[in-house]
C-alpha cells in the first residue's frame, strides 16, 4: 500500500511584541485516507472479482478533499482478464479523522466513469460510506528545525501522524471489509528578527 505525500502552502500572519517584529505561521493541517477492499463472486463457470479503492487527500491549501473511488473488476483462472475500471470523485463531503484517527464517511455519492483506451463515458452513480479504525498504536515524528536568514531566526516545528486501519466500506448497500491508512500532517513556525 502506497502512501503518499503531501504538498502544504503556509499563509503566514504577524505578530508585533515589544522584543522585535515577529512572523508567527500556522500551516494549514493536512491527511491522507486511504483504504481498499477485494470480493469475487462465482458464477457461469467463472470467477469474477472486484478492487475497491476508496481514498480522500486534502487539498494543497490544507481544506478537505473530497472522497474518491475505484472500483477495478477481473475475472480470474486462466482465461482471467480485466473486465472495467471505473473511477471518479464526489463534488462535496469529506472523511472525518478523529483524535484517534478513526475516520468515518457519511453516505456519498460518487459518479463514476469507464475508460477506455480513447475516452471516458460515465458508468453509474453509487453511494459510499465507511468507517474505519486504527488496528495498533499511533505512530508520531515530530520534527524540529531553525533556520536563520540575515537578522531573521525561523523555528519551525512538523508533526506527523500515522495508523494502519481497518474497517468496512458500504457500497450501494453492500458492505465489504477494508483495511487502509491515515496520515495526519500539521506544521507551524515562529520567525523572529532582531
Known amino acids: 500500500m502506497r502512501r503518499f505525500a503531501l504538498a502544504f502552502v503556509a499563509?503566514?500572519?504577524?505578530?508585533?511584541?515589544?522584543?522585535?517584529?515577529?512572523?508567527?505561521?500556522?500551516?494549514?493541517?493536512?491527511?491522507?485516507?486511504?483504504?481498499?477492499?477485494?470480493?469475487?463472486?462465482?458464477?457461469?463457470?467463472?470467477?469474477?472479482?472486484?478492487?475497491?479503492n476508496l481514498f480522500v487527500s486534502s487539498n494543497e491549501d490544507g481544506s478537505p478533499g473530497q472522497p474518491c473511488l475505484e472500483i477495478f473488476t477481473y475475472s480470474t483462472g486462466a482465461n482471467g482478464r480485466a473486465i472495467s475500471d471505473e473511477f471518479g470523485c464526489a463534488s462535496s463531503g469529506s472523511a472525518t479523522i478523529g483524535a484517534d484517527l478513526s475516520v468515518a464517511l457519511d453516505?456519498?455519492?460518487?459518479?463514476?466513469?469507464?475508460?477506455?483506451?480513447?475516452?471516458?463515458?460515465?458508468?453509474?452513480?453509487?453511494?459510499?460510506?465507511?468507517?474505519?479504525?486504527?488496528?495498533?498504536?499511533?505512530?508520531t515524528t515530530t520534527t524540529r528545525s531553525t533556520t536563520k536568514s540575515g537578522n531573521c531566526t525561523t523555528k519551525m516545528t512538523t508533526t506527523d501522524q500515522f495508523a494502519d486501519l481497518a474497517g468496512t466500506m458500504t457500497i450501494d448497500g453492500t458492505t465489504v471489509d477494508q483495511t487502509g491508512f491515515v496520515d495526519v500532517f500539521t506544521s507551524t513556525s515562529v520567525t523572529h528578527c532582531k
Not at 456519498?108 to 488496528?135: F, H, K, N, W, Y
Request: net charge negative; hydrophobic share 25%; aromatic share 2%.
Open 11 to 52: 499563509v503566514p500572519f504577524s505578530l508585533l511584541l515589544a522584543v522585535g517584529p515577529v512572523a508567527a505561521d500556522t500551516s494549514p493541517n493536512g491527511s491522507n485516507f486511504s483504504s481498499s477492499a477485494t470480493s469475487c463472486e462465482t458464477g457461469g463457470g467463472r470467477q469474477v472479482c472486484a478492487d475497491t
Open 107 to 139: 453516505p456519498t455519492q460518487i459518479p463514476l466513469e469507464q475508460c477506455g483506451r480513447r475516452s471516458c463515458t460515465p458508468s453509474r452513480t453509487v453511494t459510499v460510506s465507511a468507517s474505519d479504525s486504527p488496528t495498533g498504536p499511533i505512530s
